[in-house]
């Protein structure tokens, strides 16, 4: 079966230090989009993708990139992790531009 | 005005109750609506989408109403595993299609 795939699903890490968190699908979705859920907050859009090559911001993407090299993967990078982007992460594809979105597990990120 | 709202709940319903939710929208440029539930610590995930119309998927009732800017949800017959925080979301045209999420609404199913 198609799904969407997040890993690792937990991660520790150091304040300072580079870390990649991975999304996967396998519907051939164009679209991909990366989200943090904080309490208070709700989903808030980090980068999203309309296709390979194609990158764009997010209403927080500060500290965040991304990038896409073929239709499966977007992974999410935090360039220099900060205590402040401690929350879950969640990735969503949706077919195009009608469609809805559909969201991985998530990985939850701890920022020590 | 936040572009999409919704009351945070919890909303405390005595199972087999009927339930209902709205969420309001800000930007009538919109296009595409949709409820997902969320169960803690996991992921949304898609309810249903919601048309013009209105429709309806066994328990579940959704209806739309462009003139006030508001999506509704409604559950008949509740049930213990309806128990969720309940997420509307709203796709603008002039947003570069993004789909924007409320907060969501939390319910529980009281036994």
């Known amino acids: 079966d198609a799904e969407i795939t997040q890993s690792p699903r937990h991660k520790i890490t150091e304040t300072g230090r580079q870390v990649t968190l991975a999304c996967h699908q396998t519907?051939?979705?164009?679209?991909m989009f990366w989200y943090r859920q904080d309490l208070g907050h709700g989903l808030r859009l980090i980068h999203y993708s309309y296709g390979v090559q194609d990158t764009n911001k997010g209403e927080v993407s500060d500290g965040y990139s991304v990038s896409r090299s073929n239709t499966e993967d977007l992974p999410l990078t935090l360039e220099s992790a900060a205590s402040s982007q401690t929350s879950v992460y969640f990735c969503?594809?949706?077919?195009?531009?009608?469609?809805?979105?559909?969201f991985g597990p998530g990985t939850r990120l701890l920022v020590l | 005005r936040k572009e999409v709202e919704q009351d945070p709940g919890p909303f405390n319903v005595p199972e087999g109750a009927t339930v209902a939710f709205n969420c309001t929208y800000s930007?009538?440029?919109?296009?595409?609506f949709f409820w997902y539930r969320q169960d803690c610590r996991k992921e949304p995930k898609l309810l249903m989408s919601v048309y013009s119309s209105g429709n309806e998927d066994g328990r579940f009732t959704a209806q739309l109403n462009r003139a006030s800017q508001y999506i509704s949800l409604l559950i008949r017959d509740s049930k213990l595993s309806d128990s969720a925080t309940y997420l509307c979301?709203?796709?603008?045209?002039?947003?570069?299609?993004?789909?924007?999420f409320g907060k969501g609404t939390r319910l529980h199913i009281l036994p």
């Open positions: 969503a594809s949706s077919p195009g531009p009608s469609g809805a979105q559909y």
């Open positions: 930007n009538s440029a919109s296009q595409s």
């Open positions: 519907w051939n979705h164009n679209n």
């Open positions: 979301a709203v796709r603008f045209m002039n947003r570069d299609d993004k789909i924007i």
